[in-house]
């Protein structure tokens, strides 16, 4: 049973570009989180989706950010025209339902130059 | 004012010895989570706890729901026990994981 699989595991945008981040839950888990780590900062909450839902994202910029859940496939977290300020580790997790024991991702290392 | 605060923010010790990493939390919560994450490395989830105590290998986490306070300790420390250690709550209600600031422990051999 393969872990919380992000990817990419590191990317690099210019400033303007857009950035995917990929999010692929344990398999049977259809609840994700998405956190941002901003360097020297601790984790904080962006999103909860699930599948095909947007639970609660109040911890998501209100302008250039997107998050989904699709039936199919992975979740997906979209940085539309990437800023400097963006470069952070972005963190997904999943569960089985809500109350229950979460697992994390290896993250996604975005730079922006 | 955090909802979660962890102490130490750093703490080194040497090779062998025992360290006790603290989380305090101010809210209502349906568990805590300890986690482990190596420089530029990914998060690992070492405990889920509720309540009571909870062993794996070397590392024990307790809490006290009444106190609000939970505790991750680490007998016979060793260099790659070196990593941030962050404690996170789970509220009763709300959708996120508040989350301690981290405990950044360096063993030295």
């Known amino acids: 049973n393969a872990g919380v699989m992000q990817n990419p595991r590191h990317l690099v945008r210019r400033r303007g570009q857009e950035a995917r981040l990929r999010c692929s839950p344990m398999?049977?888990?259809?609840?994700v989180y998405w956190y941002r780590q901003l360097p020297e900062e601790g984790l904080k909450f962006m999103v909860y989706?699930?599948?095909?839902?947007?639970?609660?994202e109040s911890g998501m910029p209100k302008e250039r950010f997107s998050a989904e859940f699709p039936k199919e496939g992975p979740s997906i977290l979209r940085i539309q025209q990437v800023v400097r300020g963006d470069s952070a580790a972005y963190f997904c997790?999943?569960?089985?339902?809500?109350?229950?024991?979460?697992?994390f991702g290896q993250g996604t290392r975005l730079t922006v130059v | 004012k955090n909802e979660v605060e962890q102490s130490p923010q750093n703490l080194t010790a040497q090779e062998g010895e025992f360290i006790t990493i603290n989380c305090s939390y101010s809210?209502?919560?349906?568990?805590l989570h300890w986690l482990q994450q190596h420089p530029g490395g990914g998060i690992v989830s070492l405990f889920m706890?509720?309540?009571g105590k909870k062993k794996h290998g070397r590392l024990i986490a307790t809490i006290n729901i009444q106190e609000k306070h939970s505790s991750l300790h680490i007998t016979a420390s060793h260099p790659r026990d070196s990593a941030v250690y962050i404690c996170?709550?789970?509220?009763?209600?709300?959708?996120?994981?508040?989350f301690g600031t981290g405990t950044s422990l360096t063993v030295i051999p």
């Open positions: 997790a999943s569960s089985v339902i809500r109350d229950t024991e979460a697992f």
């Open positions: 398999k049977g888990h259809s609840h």
């Open positions: 989706l699930q599948k095909e839902n947007i639970i609660d």
């Open positions: 809210v209502g919560i349906s568990a």
């Open positions: 706890l509720s309540s």
């Open positions: 996170a709550a789970y509220p009763n209600t709300g959708n996120q994981f508040y």
